[in-house]
């Protein structure tokens, strides 16, 4: 019996071949091959992975099977799937289930599948966005008598995760408590997600530990930023074909994504804007050159709008209304409801192709929507480069690796990654681009505080 699901598993020699250049882009997780591949660190890990289905992310998935782990994997977004990447994993006997366009009813049947082993159970989750964590622990509270959870969903996603869940309360009763108690531990890729791990600690509801990848510095302030810098205009383009340059663009958030983003529209060319709500970012941004504006402001004369916020109805419905005729509007945050797509339901919707919709509104203008409102650098293009990914993803192995056979000496909490890791982290990947380190001289580390191996920075240093 095939234990995946996927597009097309002729796709596989493909995704191999991607792979295997992907490879040779990714250093850390190849000396994490290395250094961990015969301790094998990871037996007897069952880790339920749910995280964009990419090239880059199937060598993480090779890593953490080269460490010792079984592993069974879905996307964590509908659109995010490369199936070339998931029939290359699905061939190498690896569980995945995954195909970029699944429905909402589809994405959580395939969430449910990565912790359904052999044994019954994962005793780990590999997170971004938060949905696998929350699958186990909204289902064990409904277990616990808390049913009102999920009577009244308020979202096509909540309909489809109430669905599910219903079905496996009823397929095999008890199966989220015994999952949820199965479980060492989780690590968290992205702020999102992090935001929503936070939250349940604070409630008193997070039964186990976590590591946030995301802050780890060699994640947050590189993928974040660097990658966004490569992959959204890369998402903008391959979508519409636009000409950027001269264009007017309008970037809401200036955090880390916020600041990758700019920097990529302004590398094409546009003519940036930035909104914000907190003071610092919006003098960062000022000072980097941009113009800071409203949203109201800028609404009715740009071109290009990207949400990068990680807050909800950023973009409303009375802004798409004052849009000029086929202004383009995208979000690359982790959620959709970035932007108000529901409300845009009851308009005129013509598909041009996979991913982008043009929507015509009362006035007639026509707006062009990206990936219906999901992250746009993974829904119509590939998201990050390799190199970037390594970097994140080596944070997530040693994150899964410190969970896995240390996780008793943990509290149930957020944790991050300890600086001497983050350290490390950058340094694997230094030898690539041929950077070459200064050398601390002991005297020079006494003067600054440090020991000339490292840790460089206090806790507290920003970056
Ligand atoms: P962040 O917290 O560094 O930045 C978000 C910024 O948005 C903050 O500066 C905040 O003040 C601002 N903001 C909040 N509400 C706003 C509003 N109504 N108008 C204008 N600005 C507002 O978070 P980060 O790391 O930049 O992540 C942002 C989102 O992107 C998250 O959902 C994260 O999970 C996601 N993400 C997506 C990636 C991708 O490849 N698509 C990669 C990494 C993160």
Request: hydrophobic residues 40%; contains cysteine.
């Amino acid at each position: 019996m095939t234990d995946y699901i996927i597009k097309d598993i002729a796709l596989a020699d493909y995704g191999r071949k991607e792979l295997d250049i992907a490879e040779t882009e990714m250093p850390g997780l190849m000396a994490l091959r290395a250094e961990y591949g015969q301790s094998q660190p990871l037996q007897g890990a069952r880790i339920a992975g749910s995280l964009h289905m990419t090239v880059q992310t199937a060598v993480l998935i090779e890593t953490l099977t080269a460490l010792g782990a079984e592993v069974r994997w879905a996307s964590c977004n509908i659109y995010s799937t490369q199936d070339h990447a998931a029939a290359a994993i699905a061939a190498s006997g690896v569980p995945v289930f995954a195909i970029k366009g699944e429905t909402l009813a589809e994405y959580w049947s395939y969430t449910d599948q990565i912790f359904q082993f052999g044994e019954g159970t994962a005793n780990m989750i590999l997170d971004d966005g938060g949905d696998a964590t929350m699958y186990i622990l909204l289902g064990a509270r409904v277990e616990a008598g808390e049913t009102d959870l999920i009577e009244t969903p308020t979202s096509e996603e909540e309909e489809a995760l109430f669905a599910q869940i219903k079905k496996r309360l009823a397929a095999s009763p008890g199966w989220f408590t015994k999952q949820r108690d199965a479980i060492r531990g989780v690590s968290e890729e992205t702020t999102t997600g992090v935001h929503r791990l936070y939250d349940l600690h604070k409630k008193g509801l997070l039964p186990f530990p976590a590591i946030n990848v995301n802050d780890s510095v060699t994640k947050s302030k590189f993928d974040n930023k660097y990658g966004c810098k490569e992959s959204l205009v890369d998402g903008i383009r391959r979508a519409t074909d636009v000409m950027m340059a001269g264009k007017v663009a309008v970037v809401c958030g200036y955090g880390d994504v916020g600041k990758g983003s700019a920097a990529s529209l302004r590398g094409a060319g546009a003519r940036v804007k930035v909104t914000e709500v907190d003071p610092i970012c919006a003098l960062q941004a000022a000072m980097d050159g941009f113009e800071v504006v409203t949203l109201e402001d800028v609404a009715g004369s740009a071109d290009i709008f990207i949400t990068t916020t990680g807050n909800k109805d950023v973009i409303r419905l009375e802004h798409m209304r004052q849009m000029k005729d086929m202004a383009i509007v995208g979000n690359i945050g982790h959620f959709d409801n970035e932007i108000q797509v529901a409300a845009l339901k009851n308009h005129k919707w013509t598909n041009i192709k996979d991913q982008v919709d043009m929507i015509e509104m009362p006035s007639g203008a026509r707006i062009i929507l990206l990936s219906q409102g999901r992250l746009l650098n993974l829904g119509n293009a590939t998201g990050h480069p390799s190199f970037v990914m390594s970097a994140s993803f080596t944070n997530q192995v040693l994150a899964q690796i410190e969970l896995f056979t240390k996780g008793d000496d943990y509290q149930p909490g957020v944790y991050i990654l300890p600086k001497a890791l983050d350290e490390k982290v950058a340094a694997l990947h230094l030898e690539k681009i041929g950077v070459k380190l200064t050398k601390l001289s002991p005297e020079q580390a006494d003067y600054i505080g440090v020991t000339p191996e490292g840790p460089f920075k206090s806790e507290h240093y920003r970056y």
